[in-house]
């Protein structure tokens, strides 16, 4: 099935330093969503954008949709060792009930 | 929040057999669900669609016959690989949904299962 392009496939970081991963699409989405995946368990939802442009905050993590909306970037500031893992993001076209899922992004940090 | 529970979370069955497995959503109605399969170090590519009461809608390429999919309540959804090959070994995760839902803090994941077939 398709899938979005999420870049890079994989990060090593050092502990303290900022990060940034991106999906992009060559079509239009609706919703644009962020999860991240420990080994052995299901994806957590971290941030879900709506609206194009939307620019959103948890904590140390920003996402935004862009203004395209074939786009979205997240950035994780001073990471630290429980950000290890798999982000992916994810995107939901208008009238549509699945998901479209990236490649994901495997974010490897060194302490 | 939302909670779903799958079960159960490692399976390892031989070659030839049947596995079923559970998905549950303890605290709301879940009138969609969506099957998952994940391998290694890949995405999740969405296998099917499953409305409650309703016969599920596959993706394309995924065989209805080898992995059958049943809604029955609006809190329980099965999955069924029959006649389970070594191939068909991968993470299975599912999602679920209420009706009318557009919050996507509420479209929650299972912890997954892993099957292993043997």
């Known amino acids: ?111 | 929040g939302a909670v779903v529970s799958q079960h159960p979370s490692r399976v390892i069955c031989k070659s030839g057999t049947s596995v079923k497995i559970e998905c549950r959503s303890l605290d709301f109605q879940a009138t969609t669900m969506f099957w998952y399969r994940q391998f290694p170090k890949q995405s999740l590519m969405l296998m099917a669609t499953s409305n409650e009461g309703s016969k599920a809608t596959y993706e394309q390429g995924v065989e209805k016959d080898k992995f059958l999919i049943n809604h029955a309540s609006l809190t329980l959804s099965t999955l069924t690989v029959t006649s389970a090959h070594p191939e068909d070994s991968s993470f299975y995760i599912c999602s679920a949904k209420t009706a009318g839902q557009t919050d996507f803090y509420g479209y929650t994941f299972g912890s997954g299962t892993r099957l292993t077939v043997v």
């Open chain 1, 1 to 111: 099935g398709q899938q979005l392009n999420q870049s890079p496939q994989s990060m090593f970081i050092q502990e303290g330093e900022d990060v940034s991963m991106n999906c992009t699409s060559s079509s239009i989405f609706n919703t644009w969503l962020w999860y991240k995946q420990d080994p052995g368990e299901g994806p957590v939802l971290l941030i879900a954008l709506y609206k194009a442009g939307e620019l959103t905050s948890n904590g140390r993590l920003t996402a935004q949709f862009g203004i395209t909306r074939k786009d979205s970037f997240l950035n994780i500031s001073a990471s630290i060792p429980s950000d290890v893992g798999i982000y992916f993001c994810a995107g939901q076209r208008l009238g549509a009930q699945k998901l479209v899922f990236g490649q994901g992004t495997r974010l490897t940090i060194n302490p």
